[in-house]
């Protein structure tokens, strides 16, 4: 997985452009990066593995001559992470250079056609199979354009592809087929990147490309046509609400803190539902006989937590299910009877989308929660709602979180209205409280900030962690000892505090920090029990529970207390310390919060 951008002007060179545009793609792979121009009739290549910054400092993009040019930030899939493997990738002639995220498939069987056909391949990776392909069709004498569909027409897989060719200077050429890929249509220049924040300082017009689509894009034009039979199709740009600013620091030392301290605004936003939508979802909903809630890392931690509001606000039993287990697990039970409720931030996750094309084939209803306006959610779901939380750059989902569960949250207000199975003063407690939420928020990360800090510093040289919760709560321990292990490095173990005698009570000895996650809710007193079990054990028992819960603080060695809440929104509450605790342990251990190595925050592969 990986993030392009291309740009063409009349006049202006387009490096600086570019590598302006590269570094807000960062987030989509970071182990290396490279960058390719043309000038005079001249294909400039510069590449190298490393973050973006430092192979700017070895190479300085910013020189490169050229008022066209694509660039390219890698997440390895085919080939390790090394300069030969970086795009943009090149042909024997060296007359054109091609950037791609996604996987082609079929790429062993076409490499091995061209090595007999004499093609010399420098890289390991699946990509550099387009650049000879089209090397080889220009042999037949063809045009970039008829070179390119033709090139197109061979590769199965998934591709967002961008290419410049030194023969006809003035045009990207680019191909869409299940990765994200958007034009920017500015007044001075043109561009084509696989997100929009890339390019929305110079403009906020953006045409979203579709599966199966090539487009043309010059200083000045785009056209667009279908492969399959070469229609041309009309498509106006549409206007984006993200700003720059909203993608920017604002001032925080990093996009994992500036996103979680958004939370407040991110939340009110997500309370903004289309009420179209949200009752289209309830209604599905309601009549499915069979109903999964799907997702992936984070977006499953608040499936699991909606499990249990669907199941006591509204009596509906949803099962919440990982992505990539769906399949084997369920997937043979399909009909027509199934709904699917699919939770993606980014709305692009393979394993999700793989689940959901399995399912769509067997007649089920497919619903979406993302946070991308124009994602292949969108497109595949009978009816979708956004969870308005503005482009989230750190790679560990923070505020995505407590959106997608604000949502949630009121969809099961919704379910729990229609079916009439609990009382009205239950229905307008849970609805006033959810509705102070923001307030909440503002207020706990103002106050949990410096403990946390302590806690970090406290903490920081611990070999593990163990993470215990009841009820709702145990989403908010899979959530917490997600974060941490994403940012810290620092392996933690997560499991319902009830089924912690079942086995991870072995590992506890003298010294292991144990948090638990304790609301005033139904599970408290037998969470107690838990917290004692441990504690005989040796283990530290960091507790999270209510300001006032005097006999928690007394049996704990750190306390943290948060303001009293509905339980059922007890995770948006008090998964915040967790975050806090995840960014403040990574500055501890000298790693960067926004960019964990190994992971990526849109996994476009299966
Ligand atoms: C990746 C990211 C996680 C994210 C997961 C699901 O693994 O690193 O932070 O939770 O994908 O992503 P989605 O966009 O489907 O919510």
């Known amino acids: 997985m ?17 590598y302006k545009s590269l570094k807000r793609l960062e987030y989509r792979g970071y182990d290396s990066a490279g960058m390719a121009t043309i000038f005079n009739g001249i294909l400039y290549v510069k590449k190298d593995q490393g973050k973006i910054d ?34 943009p990738h090149t042909d024997c002639g060296n007359k054109l250079a091609v950037v791609h995220n996604g996987v082609i498939e079929n790429f062993i069987e076409l490499k091995k056609e061209l090595l007999d056909l004499g093609h010399k391949f420098v890289s390991k990776t699946d990509t550099e199979i387009v650049a000879h392909l089209l090397e ?39 191909a869409k087929q299940d990765m994200p890929l958007l034009i920017g249509v500015g007044d001075e220049c043109m561009f084509v990147a696989s997100d929009a924040s890339a390019f929305i300082d110079e403009t906020n017009k953006a045409v979203i490309l579709q599966n199966g689509e090539v487009a043309v894009i010059t200083a000045k034009s785009y056209e667009i046509y279908r492969v399959k039979d070469g229609a041309k199709v009309t498509r106006n740009p549409i206007l984006l609400n993200w700003t720059l600013e909203m993608a920017e620091k604002q001032g925080f030392p990093h996009y994992t803190l500036k996103e979680i301290f ?56 949803a099962y919440p299910v990982i992505a990539s287990e769906f399949i084997e697990n369920y997937g043979h039970s399909i009909d027509i009877g199934t709904v699917i409720l699919a939770v993606s ?12 094309e399995f399912a769509r084939l067997r007649a089920a209803t497919i619903l979406g929660i993302t946070n991308v306006v124009g994602s292949t959610l969108t497109r595949i779901s009978r009816a979708y709602l956004l969870q308005n939380a503005g482009p989230e750059i750190g790679v560990a989902a923070t505020k995505t979180f407590t959106s997608q569960l604000v949502v949630l949250a009121q969809l099961a207000l919704r ?15 849970f609805r006033d409280r959810l509705y102070e939420i923001p307030d909440v928020v503002s207020q706990v990360l103002e106050e949990v900030k410096k403990p946390v800090q302590e806690l970090a510093k406290k903490y920081l040289n611990s070999k593990f962690f163990l993470f215990l919760g009841r009820g709702i709560s145990t989403a908010t321990a899979f959530e917490g000892r997600l974060k941490i292990m994403e940012l810290s490095y620092i392996p933690c173990i997560a499991y319902p505090a009830g089924e ?107």
């Open 345 to 356: 931030q980014s709305g692009e996750t393979a394993d999700v989308l793989n689940a959901l």
């Open 136 to 174: 080889e069709n220009f042999k037949n004498g063809e045009n970039f354009f008829s070179a390119f569909i033709n090139t197109v027409k061979r590769l199965s897989g998934s591709y967002a592809l961008a290419i410049i060719y030194v023969g006809e200077p003035d045009k990207i050429l680019v």
């Open 415 to 429: 379910l729990a209205k229609k079916r009439g199975k609990i009382a009205q003063y239950e229905m307008d407690e």
């Open 500 to 606: 912690s005698k079942h086995g991870p009570i072995s590992v506890v000895e003298s010294g292991v920090p144990a948090f638990f996650i304790c609301p005033k809710d139904e599970t408290r007193k037998a969470i107690i029990g838990n917290i004692e079990e441990m504690k005989a054990r040796g283990a530290k028992a960091i507790i999270i529970g209510s300001k006032d819960d005097k006999e928690l603080m007394e049996i704990s060695d750190d306390y943290i207390g948060l303001p009293d809440i509905h339980e059922l929104l007890s995770p948006i509450i008090y998964i915040l310390p967790f975050q806090l605790l995840a960014y403040y342990l990574a500055i501890e251990r000298g790693l960067d919060p926004d960019k964990p190595r190994n992971l990526a925050k849109s996994v476009t592969v299966l």
């Open 54 to 87: 430092e192979v700017n400092e070895r190479l300085n993009f910013n020189n490169m001559p050229g008022n066209i040019g694509i660039a390219h930030t890698r997440w390895a899939t085919h080939g390790a992470p090394s300069k030969i493997n970086a795009h």
């Open 262 to 317: 958004e939370q407040p605004l991110t939340i009110k936003s997500a309370l903004r539902l289309q009420d179209t939508y949200a009752d289209l979802l309830t209604e599905f909903l309601d009549r499915g006989e069979k109903i999964f809630l799907l997702a992936a890392g984070t977006s499953y931690n608040a499936c699991l937590a909606t499990s249990y509001m669907f199941s006591k606000l509204a009596r509906l039993t």
């Open 2 to 18: 990986c993030g392009i951008i291309g740009c063409v002007t009349e006049d202006k060179f387009v490096a600086s452009i570019l």
